[in-house]
Nanobody, 117 residues
Framework: VQLVESGGGLAQPGGSLRLSCVASGFTFSRYAMSWNRHVSGKGTEWVGQ????????EYADFVKGRFTISRDNAKNTLYLQMNSLKPEDTALYYC???????????WGQGTQVTVSS
């Protein structure tokens, strides 16, 4: 199993970024997937999850209305569209297999997002 994130970088407050996570080594379309983030000094937070066919999503309150999770099962790829970014969104973002941190059995290596003017 391999999960490889990309798309992180520097964004200004109010800006947008789209993260991608390419999965391999398992049948991607059979699994719910999630995004988590590690915030320096705060620990790891669950950001949200998407079910196996992409028909249902769930988000942490602090990203609702700003972040959108989607997936393309034909491309074995998970996405995180981040809009209206805030400095407090600065974190290392990970994709993971499974819905919630307690269920995640594989994680990617992470991609850094920094929101600063």
């Amino acid at each position: 199993v391999q999960l490889v994130e990309s798309g992180g970088g520097l964004a200004q407050p109010g800006g947008s970024l789209r993260l991608s996570c390419v999965a391999s080594g398992f049948t991607f379309s059979r699994y719910a997937m999630s995004w988590n983030r590690h915030v320096s000094g705060k620990g790891t937070e669950w950001v949200g999850q998407i079910n196996s066919d992409g028909s249902d999503t769930e988000y942490a309150d602090f990203v609702k209305g700003r972040f959108t999770i989607s997936r393309d099962n034909a491309k074995n790829t998970l996405y995180l569209q981040m809009n209206s970014l805030k400095p407090e969104d600065t974190a290392l973002y990970y994709c993971a297999r499974g819905k919630y941190i307690s269920e995640n059995d594989y994680w990617g290596q992470g991609t850094q997002v920094t929101v600063s003017s």
